[in-house]
């Protein structure tokens, strides 16, 4: 599958089938995560991989999915076949603009460590839909209540949860539309 085939049928999947994701596809999901770029190099990404099922759905209570699907919703994180917890370590950028050639005020400009784990989800969410597999992210807003589950340190920081497995049909149509291109892309000057 080629690149542009991939952007079109990206879509952040939020109800699987509970089928278990292949190893392999994992680890190639993985791989390409790790191998998004970073700001000057530092690889201060990290991911935490999940496939156990008690552990998913200790996650998916931890994140409030029980208060969703009470809500009428599709149960999302629990049916997911793996979660991939990415995470981003800002010491290692603070470390690593430290250096000669780089420049620390950089970093109190824009957090770059934001932008690599950006990279990284993007790059993962594309693997996903060349595995044939189904991707969604869950924010990393409930960061305090997976920590401990998963034994994540406080200085790291959870962008979110990747979630990976086999794409159920959603019992609610999509409602949300594109914003068109005109308001979005400006050419030369805004």
Not at 31 to 47: E, V
Not at 54 to 60: D, P, V
Not at 83 to 101: K, M, N, Q
Not at 154 to 183: E, F, K, L, N, Y
């Amino acid at each position: 599958m080629d690149l542009a085939e991939a952007l079109r049928r990206r879509r952040m999947v939020r109800h699987y089938t509970g089928a278990a994701v292949a190893p392999d596809a994992l680890d190639r999901i993985v791989a390409a995560g790790l191998s998004a770029p970073t700001a000057g190099g530092a690889q201060g990404t990290a991911i935490v991989t999940v496939t156990a099922p008690e552990r998913i759905a200790a996650i998916a209570a931890a994140c409030g999915e029980p208060d969703w699907t009470s809500r009428g919703f599709d149960p999302w994180l629990s049916t997911a076949g793996a979660h991939l917890v990415l995470c981003v370590e800002p010491e290692i950028y603070r470390e690593r603009y430290s250096h000669p050639d780089k420049q620390p005020a950089v970093l109190e400009a824009v957090p770059w460590w934001w932008v690599d784990g950006g990279a990284a989800l993007m790059a993962m969410l594309l693997a996903a839909v060349a595995e044939g597999l189904g991707a969604g992210l869950h924010g990393g807003h409930r960061s305090a209540a997976i920590r401990p589950l998963l034994g994540i340190p406080d200085a790291v920081v959870v962008v979110g949860i990747v979630t990976i497995g086999h794409a159920a049909p959603p019992r609610r149509a999509r409602t949300r539309r594109h914003r068109p291109r005109p308001g979005r892309v400006h050419r030369e000057t805004w």
